[in-house]
């Protein structure tokens, strides 16, 4: 669900990797230190050792023993390929055509998914062990010969290899443009793969590939696979489409003799019998349906519900358990943003003004209780955000660029300056007002007029009226520059198609971070995903400078030269103004129905749930929910 947050992209380890708006997927594919020469390993990082050996039994984070059954109902609270938070109308998440139903990720496998205890590992699922050229352009996976599809035929090579290259072809163009540096995909045999890549291919890209989804050939080969469908498809993950409602409810059963139940990489996971999402257009609907008992699990996005509406009688009888959980993740880059493709957002100094009518210090204590930080990077509350001066790394990254970036680079990074609180802070509108004109803008009466002539307007699009009380106070003070500001709130459908064909003035929108980041980068700043229709590049940036920043992170051999070059990048886009930047909190308040189970800490990369939670009936009983 998406309140103060629109949420895009935050992944469980099934999620697909290149189409989700995951920033850099946590992991590029890299041997151990120590490894032979023949770079064989059964998981793979990128700075360091694995912290799992070949024969480990189980994550740390999971209780192995845990038990089967329940069932786990819940809300989407994140999308991936063409996923909607409002609606569903087709099973095949993997291409632009269609709103795609929630949890179609638990169905299908990969070859190799994340360790979330750790920022950069990866280890076999359908791939018992990867062996990586020297010249790191050449990954061959051997497969593992007991893989099965849920009908019982074997899960081969050739299935692989069909997969990747019909996403490359067909798939939704997010995945499609992530796999353009992937060469070929061929089965050598039943159970070896090799995938090669152009030497152009970031750092991250075989890891991306490692994660997508594993589709069956024999299925879909004569089937149209852009096309929207209903039919449940055929899978080899851990659980398998049970029962849906178009638009209402889509129910997920556990598949009893899953092929990989014993594998250290699954143990303790998958443990309920049925994994339901539940939809609903209007999030207070959902709120009292919470509450009703209709699902049983809700992460809380809204600070408002958080501190004042959970006093409902289950509560006070225990049978509801609030917990807020760490978040060791880095917080995402949450914001308004602008269209840059129009020309009324061209000029930067517009940008900026439109930034300054906007009061976080209000917004926080009137309406979200005090609970969050104003966030000023796009690599918040991480080591990736860039402070202060410059370093002299840093500073050799962007001296070539002197002239074609601005000063303020060089020097303190732009942050959004902090407002008295008043909700019209009268400075910083002065402020913005000046900027206005420097950039030919001009009032005629109460109206502004662009440079052009034209009436200054402004629309914030949605699709849900929960940002209303964030945004209106923002569109007042707008109107006190003079821009004619409205909000408009579509069907979820609608909102998809419009920001997928870049048709709006300014849509919030939240990507998640990655330790790591490299090839997702690339999907939301690059200037071939700004001229994509569907692409994560919703500003629409377009700079060979970032273009050329982005090339030296996703080539970046060390940690410490990766960590300069975002650095570097931020500068650049902070100094764009290319959104207004929301809000953050490193924590993750959820409520449930005390029927469940968890380990006693998450994963410090993931909320854990519902991957690694169970049912208990007695506790289930205790509160009459048998």
């Known amino acids: 669900m998406r309140s103060e947050t629109a949420l895009l992209g935050r992944q469980t380890r099934r999620a697909v990797l290149a189409g989700g708006g995951a920033l850099g997927v946590a992991a590029v594919l890299r041997p151990a230190p120590g490894a032979a020469q023949a770079l064989e390993s059964h ?52 291409v632009l055509k269609g709103d795609g139903a929630a949890g179609m990720g638990l169905v299908t496998d990969s070859l190799m998914v994340r360790g979330l205890d750790e920022p950069d590992a990866v280890y076999g699922l359908v791939a018992r062990s990867v062996r990586r050229s020297p010249d790191g352009l050449t990954y061959t996976f051997s497969l593992r010969p007991e893989a099965r599809f849920h009908d019982g035929s074997r899960l081969a090579a050739r299935d692989v290899a069909f997969t990747f290259r019909l996403l490359k072809e067909k798939g939704h163009p997010r995945i499609a443009q992530t796999l353009r540096f992937m060469n070929e995909a061929v089965a ?22 490692a994660g997508l989804p594993i589709l069956s050939e024999a299925y879909w080969r004569g089937r149209d696979f852009e096309a929207a469908t209903l039919e449940p498809p055929l899978g080899s993950g851990p659980y398998r489409v049970a029962r849906f409602e178009v638009g209402r409810f889509i129910a997920f059963e556990r598949v009893k003799d899953y092929w990989a139940a014993a594998l250290p990489v699954v143990v303790g996971q998958s443990n309920f019998d049925e994994i339901r999402y539940e939809y609903f257009r209007d999030r207070q609907v959902a709120f009292e349906a919470f509450k009703a008992g209709v699902f049983t699990f809700r992460e809380e996005f809204t600070a408002r519900l958080w501190a004042t509406g959970y006093d409902f009688p289950a509560v006070a009888e225990g049978k509801v358990r609030r917990e807020t959980l760490p978040d060791r993740t880095p917080s995402g880059m949450q914001g308004w943003f602008f269209n840059g493709r129009r020309d009324k957002f061209k000029d930067a100094r517009i940008r900026e003004a439109i930034g300054l009518a906007f009061d976080f210090e209000w917004t926080n204590q009137t309406v979200m209780y005090g609970a969050y930080t104003r966030t000023a990077s796009f690599f918040e509350n991480s080591e990736l955000k860039a402070t ?21 680079v060089f020097g303190e990074p732009y942050s959004p300056p902090r407002h008295d609180g008043s909700g019209q802070d009268r400075t910083a509108l002065r402020r913005a007002n000046d900027l206005l004109r420097e950039a030919g803008c001009r009032r005629e009466g109460s109206q502004l007029k662009l440079a052009s002539g034209e009436p200054f307007t402004l629309e914030f699009l949605d699709f849900q009226p929960s940002l209303q009380p964030h945004t209106q106070p923002f569109v007042r003070n707008l109107g006190l520059l003079g821009i004619a500001a409205t909000i408009r709130i579509v069907d979820a459908a609608q909102y998809q198609r419009r920001t997928e064909e870049f048709d709006f003035d300014v849509v919030t929108q939240r990507y998640s971070n990655s330790s790591t980041p490299g090839e997702g980068l690339r999907q939301v700043f690059g200037s071939l995903a700004a001229a994509t229709k569907g692409s994560q590049n919703l500003a629409g940036i377009a700079d060979p400078v970032v273009d050329s920043l982005l090339e030296t992170i996703v080539q970046a051999e060390t940690r410490p030269a990766l960590v300069a070059a975002v650095r570097a990048l931020d500068r650049v886009l902070r100094a764009g103004r290319y959104w207004v930047p929301m809000w953050y909190r490193g924590s993750r308040p959820v409520a449930y129905w005390d029927m469940y189970g968890h380990p006693a800490q998450p994963p410090a990369y993931g909320l854990g749930a519902p991957d690694t939670w169970w049912y208990e009936p007695d506790k289930a009983k205790r509160i009459g929910r048998t």
């Open 43 to 94: 998981g793979l990082s990128i700075f360091g050792d694995l912290k799992h050996p070949a024969d480990f039994r189980h994550f740390d984070y999971v209780r192995p023993d845990a038990p089967k059954g329940g069932t786990f109902s819940h809300q989407i609270s994140s999308t991936g390929g063409n996923q909607n938070f409002d609606t569903f109308n087709t099973l095949n998440i993997y």
């Open 188 to 209: 050598e045999n039943d159970e070896t793969l090799r995938v090669t890549f152009a030497k152009e291919r970031s750092r991250d890209l075989p890891l991306v590939v």
């Open 388 to 408: 202060g001066m410059p370093s002299p790394e840093e500073v050799a990254l962007l001296e070539p660029f002197r002239g074609r970036v601005p000063d303020e």
